[in-house]
């Protein structure tokens, strides 16, 4: 029987979660949709789109839905089959997602020379809980005065990093700078990188997993939505990945599963505490992000603006992991989520949208994408 340190040592030193290998003999190839995104498309919205689908979003959910009608515009809608009602009650989270979707489609869009113009919330913004309206309307207009950004570039260089980050080599204050400079105003961004406020970040993110995992609907949500080996990552290509041959070996011998997993008492769900908090230890700095107010508006541009910071530390040579556990608004998060916003200078009137850890790490692989066609409404 393997202790509780080497699974986490094991887990740690393999980078085994969230990444996907690029062949997988079990079915679809789940990191296809990163490899020469779009090739081949005569639309360039659907080529724009290929790009779009990369962006970051909640548990990899890929809550994206599409319209084409006519010859240039396309009508975005979040699949509301894909939220996270117990860990994302508000569906902020996914909002935020759907709105880095749009900033990769923009990127994409300017590369091609074509201005997307975009009506965010064109019948209104849903509240409290999304629903079938649309999230924009997109309009790709060839426009000679369109510049190509070089944060297109990043995109397939993109991703996020769970590993341990080098302490020895934190990023320096004026890539922080870059960082935080991604998100325009009226959104506001910072790092903390100071001894105390890391140890507080450190602290409050330690529990916060704690709690999401000994919070059984939340912790139940995240292992319906973990995916165990090859073969469920090729079959699914969304969620959690967990693969390699620990832990599917694991899995064969019933020490990792989804009940398990959402045991608040198990193995598996002890050592990922353990695996997590040291994880989050190794963390150089932080960067978060907030707006003034928490209006679906705001939250669509801070996806938009949290892709840009990502997007900007990949050019840097830096990692990027969210921590968003104690910024979910679950009642058994609530004195953690105060503590995180106390701690940071935000209010629940105008929240954190986003809390990063930032550092240096190996590169992480890509996770899996579901492919465009999946997005795109019939
Ligand atoms: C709003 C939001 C919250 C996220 N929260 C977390 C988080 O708490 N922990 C984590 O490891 N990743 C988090 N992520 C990253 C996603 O899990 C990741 O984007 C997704 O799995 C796709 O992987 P990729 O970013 O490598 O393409 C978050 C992403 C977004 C947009």
Redesign the pocket.
Known sequence: MPTRRSVLEILTAGGA???VGCASPAGPDPAAAWRNPGAGERDPRRWALAHAI???????RQPWLVDLPGTDEIMFYADTTRLLPATDPPN???T??CG?FLELLDLAARQRGLRADMTIWPEGEPQPVLDGRPVARVRLVADPSVKADPLFSQILK?????AEYDLKAPPSAEDLTRVTRAAAAPLIAGSVADATGLARLVDIGARGFAREMTTPAAAMESAKLTRIGRAEIAQHRDG?SLQGPFLEGMAAIGLLSREAMADPDSFATKSAIDMWAKSIRATPAFVWLKGPDNSRATQIAS?RA?ARM?LTATALGLSM?????TLQEFPEMAALYRETQDALGASPEAPL??LVRIGRAKA?E??P?RGLDQHIRT
């Open positions: 979660l969230g990444a990369l962006a970051p979003n909640p548990h990899n902020r989270q996914i935020m997602g880095a993109r991703h996020t990093n769970r959690i996806g949290y990502h992991q969210p921590w968003s556990m949208q986003m992480a890509a996770a994408r």
